[in-house]
Structures are given as C-alpha cells and as structure tokens.
Nanobody, 126 residues
Framework: QVQLVESGGGLVQAGGSLRLSCVAS????????MGWYRQAPGEQRELVAT???????NYADSVKGRFTISRDNAKNTVYLQMNRLKPEDTAVYYC????????????????????WGQGTQVTVSS
C-alpha cells in the first residue's frame, strides 16, 4: 500500500499562514492526481484543492486566491500553502492521492489505487 504522512497543521490566528505537506511512500508506484480535502466537525468532507501530474490545479471557491497547491514529483510530495486563514478554515485536512502500480510492486502493474492520509488538524482562532 501507499502510505501518506501529513505534517504542518496547527493553531494560527486569523490572517495567518500555514503550509501543509504530504509525502507518499511505498514501492513501485506512480502518482496521478494529488489533493487536499477537509472536514469540519459535523460537516461532510469537502474538496479543497487538487493538482494533476501535469500541474493543472483546481480549487474550492472558498479558498481561491488564498490557498496554493503544488507538488514535487521527485519527492512524491504535495503541499498546500494556506494564506489569509479564516476561522471557517478550521478543520481536519486530509491528503489524497490517486495513482497506479508499476512493475516490481506487490500488485498487478497498471492497477489503480487511491489512498488517504490520517489527517492533520488546522485551527484558526478569531
């Protein structure tokens, strides 16, 4: 399986910034889309931003102009730079990756997979 390790969450005042990172590790895989989702208490998980392997990005309207998603393909890492944070950005943020297995893995080459991180808490105080 592909393991995802997230970091960078924490407590910040409104107007501040945080940078989330998510590193994917495993054996013999390639990554296609990578993204960030979030879930606030009592709410459904929602998309924050995604980025394709070619670098095309997509953002939720609520974060456009404030958040920037990027990736380092050599490091199998996706980032989320969050600026001008608001209290309503408070949530657990989850990393998501989609990819496929390559020859040499324990799975059939070409088989697709999707993995989720364990989540990292972001709290924005007013």
């Amino acid at each position: 399986q592909v393991q995802l390790v997230e970091s960078g969450g924490g407590l910040v005042q409104a107007g501040g910034s945080l940078r989330l990172s998510c590193v994917a590790s495993g054996k013999s895989f390639s990554l296609n889309a990578m993204g960030w989702y979030r879930q606030a208490p009592g709410e459904q998980r929602e998309l924050v931003a995604t980025i394709t392997s070619a670098g095309s990005t997509n953002y939720a309207d609520s974060v456009k102009g404030r958040f920037t998603i990027s990736r380092d393909n050599a490091k199998n890492t996706v980032y989320l730079q969050m600026n001008r944070l608001k209290p309503e950005d408070t949530a657990v943020y989850y990393c998501n990756v989609q990819g496929q297995w390559l020859p040499g893995s324990s799975f059939p080459a070409g088989k697709r997979f999707q993995s989720w991180g364990q989540g990292t808490q972001v709290t924005v105080s007013s």
